[in-house]
């Protein structure tokens, strides 16, 4: 069984920043994708940003220049950088990734969600 345990959500002030930290663990033998999804209310869950294995990290353009994903693969984690923050990016944050379990077998796996609030 594989979880996604996402910690550093909270309240900040406009301009603010926050590190989003995401951890998988369980019966892991590799992740192709890890990324960060949010969603706020009343609203469908976005992309936020993502990171393929061998390749580069995408951003949604509203958040470019001010969001930055980091990958630490021994330790099966991902992190979000959010600097400059804005109210616009108030929403509960999602940490998303695609495991195998087993070789070849890859499945999605989602996190709980960890909320993150902008606003004076």
């Known amino acids: 069984q594989v979880q996604l345990v996402e910690s550093g959500g909270g309240l900040v002030q406009p301009g603010g920043s926050l590190r989003l930290s995401c951890a998988a663990s369980?019966?892991?033998?590799?992740?192709?994708?890890m990324a960060w999804y949010r969603q706020a209310p009343g609203k469908q869950r976005e992309s936020v940003a993502i990171?393929?294995?061998?390749?580069?990290?995408n951003y949604a353009d509203s958040v470019k220049g001010r969001f930055t994903l980091s990958r630490d693969n021994a330790k099966n984690a991902v992190y979000l950088q959010m600097n400059s923050l804005k109210p616009e990016d108030t929403a509960v944050y999602y940490c998303?990734?695609?495991?195998?379990?087993?070789?070849?077998?890859?499945?999605?796996?989602w996190g709980q969600g960890t909320q993150v609030t902008v606003s004076s």
């Open positions: 369980g019966s892991i033998v590799s992740i192709s994708t």
């Open positions: 990171i393929i294995s061998g390749s580069s990290t």
């Open positions: 998303y990734a695609i495991i195998a379990t087993r070789v070849g077998h890859f499945t999605n796996y």
